[in-house]
């Protein structure tokens, strides 16, 4: 089940890294041509928002290209070895492009697998060849595998891009090799003594029984999952991003959070006792110390002698005094209460309501600018 789990997993990560994830990029639209979808100005090629948020519950944008700018990491000639192999469940990737108003030529000239006794060639929705259209579109990338044989095999999917003029957009042809696994799709036999099946692959001739509440079956006896949920019979849900420092997946997008952890992904601590002095919680009876502060709960303090008269302690024996106040405690001194302004007025007096009364020839928040005179002409004129 932990396997399987991160294979599931492994299929979101697959489409984040596929194309690189990226912070979602939300383009303003553009009033002067609303022709062009979501503002997209030039070239632009994402993940289709739809299936990412089928699979994490979250509809956004991951980019390959954008604004006629290919991500940098596709042109790293290590991207392909860095991904992971895409899981058997996983059987089309659909995308989105558009070319901004502009025109391009387009042509998958590579569409290959190593092994094509597992893997069938990757095909496409639309033509291999023709003109990226202007407004949004979507297209899918189909893997298909045999179904006679369980195994990885390699895929090589190529994409090139040029202008009305012939020439390449910067970054392309886009030359990426996957890897895939597929799972023979047998027949379901019962065993010697017809008690129970003997293979879990392929269509299920008891999926109306086993396709829980977070699926059907549907009439290739397969269950069909509802978003969020993937899984032979839909019993995984998927969160997104991923639950954090051991938290389970219950639900899609739901973390159960264990002792000590809490947060939407499990990603903040909980303290049992409470942090001191400016302290914050981080993570499981952890505390982030404010400046000056030190020890499990910040309750111990870097000034030996601790600061007085309302002084706040700023390092190792030092303390920051208010105003009138001085000395490594803030010992000496008187602490001038009518002093109210946020900073010092440079020419000028500060007043009880935060503001400067400044001097003759000066001006400014902070009297710290001087006033323009305009010059007198001696001639008269």
Not at 230 to 256: E, I, W
Not at 257 to 275: L, M, R, V
């Amino acid at each position: 089940m932990k396997r399987f789990f991160e294979e599931i997993l492994s299929s979101i990560v697959i489409f984040i890294i596929f194309f690189i994830l990226t912070k979602p990029i939300h383009s303003k639209r553009n009033n002067h041509n609303k022709d062009l979808d979501n503002g997209e100005q030039g070239l632009s090629l994402w993940i289709n928002e739809q299936q990412l948020k089928v699979l994490s519950g979250y509809a956004f944008r991951v980019y390959a290209i954008h604004n006629s700018c290919v991500n940098i990491d596709l042109r790293d000639p290590n991207f392909s070895q860095k991904l992971p192999t895409i899981p058997s469940e996983v059987n089309s990737v659909n995308f989105t492009w558009t070319s901004g108003g502009k025109k391009y030529n387009y042509n998958f000239d590579r569409l290959e697998s190593s092994d094509k006794n597992i893997l069938k060639p990757p095909t496409v929705s639309i033509k291999t060849k023709g003109r990226i259209p202007k407004r949004q579109k979507d297209f899918s990338i189909f893997l298909p595998c045999t179904g006679n044989l369980s195994g990885v095999a390699a895929f090589g999917i190529g994409l090139l891009i040029q202008d009305r003029h012939g020439k390449q957009l910067p970054g392309t042809p886009l030359r990426l090799t996957f890897n895939k696994e597929c799972a023979h799709r047998g027949v379901y036999v019962y065993d010697r003594n017809n008690t129970s099946l003997t293979t879990s692959q392929g269509p299920d001739p008891e999926c109306d029984k086993k396709c829980n509440s977070n699926g059907h079956c549907n009439p290739e006896k397969v269950c069909q999952c509802k978003n969020g949920y993937m899984g032979q019979y839909c019993q995984t849900a998927l969160c997104y991003p991923q639950c954090m420092n051991g938290g389970s997946c219950v639900a899609p997008n739901v973390c159960s959070c264990p002792p000590g952890y809490q947060g939407k992904h499990c990603e903040g601590g909980i303290c049992a006792n409470k942090c001191l002095n400016g302290g914050k919680c981080i993570q499981k009876d952890k505390c982030k110390c404010s400046k000056g502060y030190f020890g499990p709960r910040c309750e111990m303090s870097r000034c030996f002698i601790p600061c007085k008269n309302g002084g706040k302690c700023i390092g190792t024996n030092k303390c920051d005094c208010p105003l009138g106040l001085r000395g490594d405690h803030c010992e000496i001194g008187q602490r001038d209460k009518s002093y109210r302004c946020r900073k010092p007025c440079v020419h000028g007096e500060c007043l009880t309501n935060r503001t400067c009364k400044c001097q003759e020839g000066f001006t400014g928040r902070f009297c710290n600018q001087r006033k323009w005179k305009p010059r007198i002409d001696e001639s008269g004129s």
